[in-house]
């Protein structure tokens, strides 16, 4: 197994054994997505755009409003207003205002979204036992309990949505404790 500093020709050691976790952790993220990101190739559409497509499916029949939407994803992404009207151009998705409040839109996902997603699961269900499979439901059940714990350090998870395409606020990450020797 290679070490994260082997597999990016570093030469000097970390600053800190938290900034090599930290730095771990990205690297395998990013592992992980592009993996997931070749898999899909496919079907010419992204993760991001799967994802909703898969938020979608679960909100049927009645849908979500576009800050629901930007609530339920995995990852953050800036500007909802222009997913949602690029999956509507490819007829993944329909969107309706509300009849109480005109300024409110529901987004639907469509037959050829739900199509899409039938296709698609054969491929995506297998995808986490074929990246993560090698791992014994101990050392599974540890990761996960791992990166929620430090996931929870952190202030707000998600940065905030823009349904309007303005721009988001910064998120503050918690002011670091001073450890005492």
Known sequence: MMSLKQEIAQEPPFSSVEEEAVLNLMRTS??????????????RITSTQYNVLRILRGAQPHGLTCSAIGDRMITAEPDITRL???LKTLKFVRQQRDKHDRRVVWTQISASGLQLLKEMDPVILQLPVDLLGHLSKVELAELIRLVEL???RILDAQA???C???????NELPSSRKVEN
């Open 164 to 170: 309007d395409g303005n721009g988001c606020t910064t």
């Open 84 to 86: 949602l009207a690029r």
């Open 30 to 43: 990013d592992v992980l997505h592009r993996a997931f990101q070749l898999r899909m190739r496919g079907w």
């Open 160 to 162: 905030p949505v823009s």
């Open 150 to 152: 430090a996931r929870s």
